[in-house]
């Protein structure tokens, strides 16, 4: 399964001006679904004390989805009906579907969360749950799709993997009581390069196929931005008998994703990013559905199926509360869940893809690609290579990057660079020791906010910028 390839928008000689990106806003479709959140005000964002939402006041320029997403408008809706079901119906709320409420009884709100869910990965229904957290989920799948063998026992991953990947990686060989320095492969970009290329990637697949157990890559990068092959990726190893698992914590919500059609072993993200659920949201993991069936050929009492960490609420609902003791998995993902899930999480994971049902990762995307690319044009206008104070690590190709470009600026620039942003009512994520990453993102990012950075951050850098020439 193939998406439509991404070209790279042609902005005009006068895209430079505010008016040509007020221009765009009045012409953008998705335009309507910026009301659906509750930006932060410039007032509140510096302020020490809480606050209510500054409605009244400016809102913050938010170019920081990649590490939090802003507050749905509906989070308070579906999280008041959370707790008035909770208050009046008490433990009828698991059993109950209430007229009125946007949320189903409690047994079958991962359900809920799972079909809105699964449209945004490119997936079955089945093949998705909501639940945990997103390392949880990497030790959980991990846990029944690493199985080293005296041959084949490596682990190839990103080089600058996400802490909590490369913990959860190294802890699983050491597990199995292997060495991780022979049985981790961490796969780099070129000297001086940031971009890890797709047949760099195969090669290492190539070079470790008789002795790789399976490969876990980033979708997207967190530090660069780079969006990998997934699909060429994922048929490459799997030709070579490798297990193919992707962490999805900066793809999911932002990246349009085929998860089935691409035919992934299985794959976990956060919803706090792009998917604005919530600080620590509840997250979700996919399960391809070959790797999900539940075999009954030798009787309703012996099923055979994958095998997995097991909890009770992976039991099928028809024995759940039987107490017997004979675990009866549920077809698909769902058989992976451990135990019972936050309603309140749910709440709040439910309100933020309510958001999502009314639009389409195409459209998303198709928004994105033109935010992104304009944030890119105006950044590098009326700028030279040789002068210019920083350098876009990110790929300039659409299909290889999502809503983010990672700005390294010049040693000593980042801390000034970062406090004027933020004095200025910007919110964007910095990481050590040079790297602005900035996320403008479709849902509620408009290209004026894009135009009204670049000016400010220009100006940032002329203040702080020593004058020598050179980039990074």
């Given amino acids: ?201 195969l090669s290492y697949i190539d070079e470790h196929a008789e002795s790789a157990a399976l490969i876990l890559l980033p979708g997207i990068q967190y530090y660069t931005g780079q969006l990998f092959d997934i699909p060429k990726i994922t048929a490459y190893a799997q030709s070579r008998n490798l297990v193919v698992g992707w962490d999805l914590a900066h793809a999911y919500a ?15 993200w956060c919803t706090y990013k792009y998917g604005n659920a919530g600080p620590g949201a509840m997250a979700g993991l996919f399960v391809h559905e070959r790797h999900g069936r539940v075999d009954y050929s030798e009787g309703e009492d012996s099923p055979r199926f994958r095998h997995r960490l097991t909890g009770w609420y992976g039991g099928d609902r028809s024995v759940r509360f039987k107490m017997d003791n004979k675990f009866k998995p549920i077809p698909g993902a769902g058989g992976f869940q451990i135990s019972n899930p936050s309603a309140i999480d749910l709440a709040c994971l439910c309100a933020s893809l309510s958001v999502f049902d009314e639009t389409s990762m195409a459209e998303l995307r198709k928004k994105s690609v033109k935010l992104t690319a304009y944030l890119e044009h105006l950044l590098l206008k009326d700028t030279s290579e040789k002068t210019r104070p920083f350098c876009i690590i990110t790929p300039t190709d659409p299909e290889a990057r999502g809503a983010q470009l990672s700005l390294l600026l010049k040693p000593g620039l980042l801390q000034n660079v970062s406090k004027k942003l933020q004095e200025g009512g910007i919110v964007c994520d910095k990481r050590e020791p040079g790297v602005v990453r900035v996320a403008p993102t479709p849902l509620y990012n408009t290209f004026t906010d894009v135009w009204m950075f670049v000016d400010y951050f220009k100006s940032a850098l002329n203040e702080t910028h020593n004058g020598s020439n050179g980039t990074c």
């Fill in 1 to 201: 399964m193939t998406i439509a390839r991404l070209n790279k928008p042609d902005f005009p000689a006068n895209a430079g001006t505010k008016e040509y990106a007020a221009s765009l806003d009045a012409a953008d479709p998705l335009a309507y679904l910026r009301d659906k959140f509750i930006i932060p005000s410039k007032a509140n964002i510096n302020c020490k004390k809480l606050a209510k939402p500054g409605l009244s006041s400016e809102p913050c320029i938010y170019f920081c989805g990649n590490s939090l997403g802003i507050q749905p408008k509906a989070t308070a809706n579906y999280m008041e009906a959370q707790l008035d079901t909770w208050s009046s119906i008490a433990v009828g709320g698991h059993f109950t579907d209430l007229e009125g409420s946007p949320l189903r009884q409690w047994q079958l709100l991962s359900e809920q969360a799972a079909e809105s869910m699964c449209k945004i990965v490119g997936a079955q229904p089945d093949e998705v749950a909501a639940m945990g957290t997103l390392t949880a989920n990497l030790h959980l799948l991990l846990a029944s799709f690493y199985k080293p063998t005296e041959m084949k026992h490596k682990i190839l991953m990103d080089w600058k993997a996400f802490p909590s990947d490369h913990y959860a990686i190294e802890s699983h060989i050491a597990w199995h009581g292997l060495n991780p320095e022979n049985s981790m492969v961490l796969i780099g970009p070129e000297e001086g390069e940031y971009e890890i290329s797709t047949e760099k990637i």
């Fill in 254 to 268: 932002n990246a349009e994703l085929k998860l089935h059609g691409w035919n992934v072993d299985f794959a976990a």
